[in-house]
């Protein structure tokens, strides 16, 4: 143990001297990572903040079965508990002629003043159908419609199951569009981190040399260099933080009108402290592989 | 040393055939012209190069047939010296030293020890915070032979120590390695000057063109 610890102490010496002593190629390896981080960051926030959105509205996702007008109440009292027994519908209600004014009225505001010319008022009654959680989805509304579809007594159904698929597709979008970028960021940046390793390894073959002479092992070699990467990918992973922050901070709140286009007024949130950990952790993790790669038979003990 | 042979390329052969033994605490002469084979044998002895045919047996170890993560391991047990003295010139004396403790994960107080008190007993004490290159080429020698014995190696190999020094500095530097011999270490130098070879009456191997020449035990020595 105090044997591992000795090491433990010696290697981190080193990695620091390391790095000290290439200081250039260092912060291009941790340039390189942060920049990647940052697209790679940027596009999760968009997209965790879309998702956040679908679920956010999942809540008030509801279908709304407009009826036939003059049907008699007895008719209108068993369609309720027809449609109360379809599969995913966890509970009806009624909303009446004039609740239906009074939230058009409240919801135009000074437009309502357009109705004030009509002797009758034109809105339907409706019911208000609200899914079950689990149901609260686009398949789940669509299902929900199918079965509600050439009911007696509906004249019409709506639901947001249109604005819900398109708002998936965009989700999917900006999702397959993250995830190719993140791999070909992750490629490029596990390139550029090995030859930075690698011209740091030539840069010390005279130290490999002589550690290799005096008895040291591939492994004591190698693992200060392992470490250099890992503190290079730690180090962009936290620039890239600390990059998105401002950005999200300072500049998103000039693209207002873009935010409310892609959130629908939702107000965007930032990375939580587990998120920012596995970014600074992908960068690390960049940095271990990165120097790993270039270590593997690039040298000879 | 059993029927060694090393080659190079195709027909080029550094060594021919030498069959070689050598006693725990001997100190023994590697002569011959540039090109002899000197520097080739000393590498195979700890293991920075493996021979094309024989066998060879260090410390009691098969070292042809010793893996990867052994050789390490062999190695320190064993202190070498170059001509070009191999330090790294970013470290201090002192960092320098203490790398032959360092790799066997020695705690850092009792290296400093180590290195304090290997650094006085060559008289470089005072130049231990100090960069190798501001040092004279017989200081960076001694600091190499302190690298070399600060880990009490069971054998201490010398490619040309004294090569690049003059001829009081090579006395002192010379001085140096036998004592190592006298507490025991197996010492074997390799070197072209054939008047210093003389002035110790130490056991002598002369190579030339890879294959031993002769070999003359010290005097007094009936083995």
């Known amino acids: 143990m105090r044997r591992a610890l000795v090491q433990l102490g010696y290697f981190v010496r080193t990695a620091l001297r390391g790095l000290r002593s290439s200081p250039v190629t260092s912060a291009v390896s941790v340039v390189t990572i942060g920049v990647s981080l940052v697209l790679v960051g940027a596009f999760a926030l968009l997209l965790w903040n879309m998702e956040g959105l679908l679920d956010r509205f999942g809540d008030s996702l509801y279908v709304t079965a407009y009826l036939e007008e003059g049907r008699p109440v007895e008719d209108r009292r068993a369609l309720v508990e027809i449609v109360a027994t379809v599969e995913g519908v966890e509970r009806v209600r009624v909303v009446s002629k004039r609740e239906a004014l009074e939230r058009f009225q409240a919801g135009v505001g000074r437009g309502s003043a357009l109705l004030e010319g009509l002797d009758e008022n034109p809105l339907p009654a409706s019911l208000e159908i609200t899914l079950l959680p689990e149901r609260r989805s686009a398949e789940g509304l669509r299902v929900v419609v199918e079965s509600l579809e050439g009911l007696p007594g509906i004249s019409d159904l709506a639901s947001g199951q249109d604005w819900v698929e398109g708002y998936l597709r965009a989700v999917a979008l900006v999702r397959a569009v993250g995830l190719g970028l993140s791999v070909i960021l992750a490629l490029a940046t596990l390139l550029i981190v090995t030859n930075t390793i690698r011209l740091a390894v030539l840069a010390r073959r005279d130290e490999i040399e002589i550690l290799t002479l005096v008895g040291a092992s591939r492994t004591f070699v190698a693992i200060p260099f392992v470490m250099e990467g890992l503190v290079q990918g730690a180090a962009g992973g936290v620039a890239a933080v600390l990059l998105l922050l401002g950005l999200f901070r300072l500049v998103l709140p000039g693209f207002e009108f873009g935010m409310e286009f892609l959130l629908g007024g939702v107000t965007p949130r930032f990375f939580s402290v587990g998120e920012i950990a596995a970014l600074v952790g992908g960068g690390a993790g960049l940095g271990l592989f990165g120097s790993a790669a270039a270590l593997t038979g690039g040298w000879k003990a | ?223």
């Not at chain 2, 098969?62 to 993560?69: F, M, S």
């Not at chain 2, 140096?176 to 006298?182: D, H, P, V």
């Open chain 2, 1 to 223: 040393m059993y029927h060694v042979s090393k080659a190079y390329a195709a027909g080029s052969f550094a060594l021919r055939d030498i069959s070689l033994e050598l006693r725990r605490g001997e100190f023994v002469f590697l002569t011959g012209p540039s090109g002899a084979g000197k520097t080739s044998l000393l590498k195979l002895l700890f293991s920075a190069e493996e021979p094309t045919e024989g066998q060879i047996v260090v410390l009691g170890r098969n070292i042809v047939r010793l893996g990867p993560a052994a050789i390490p391991r062999l190695r320190r047990r064993i202190g070498v010296v170059f001509q070009d003295f191999k330090l790294l010139p970013r470290r201090t004396v002192e960092e320098n030293v203490a790398l032959s403790l360092e790799v066997v994960g020695t705690p850092p107080r009792v290296t400093r020890a180590k290195v304090f008190a290997m650094l006085k007993q060559l008289g470089l004490q005072h130049r231990r915070y100090h960069h190798p290159l501001s040092l004279s080429g017989g200081e960076q020698q001694r600091v190499a032979i302190a690298r070399a014995l600060v880990n009490e190696p069971e054998i201490l190999l010398a490619d040309e120590p004294t090569g690049n020094l003059d001829p009081d500095l090579t006395l002192e530097i010379m001085g140096l390695i036998a004592s190592a011999a006298t507490r025991g270490t197996t010492v074997v130098v390799a070197t072209h000057e054939l008047d210093l070879v003389s002035r110790y009456g130490k056991r002598i191997v002369r190579l030339d063109a890879g294959c031993v020449l002769d070999d003359t035990p010290a005097p007094g020595d009936g083995a």
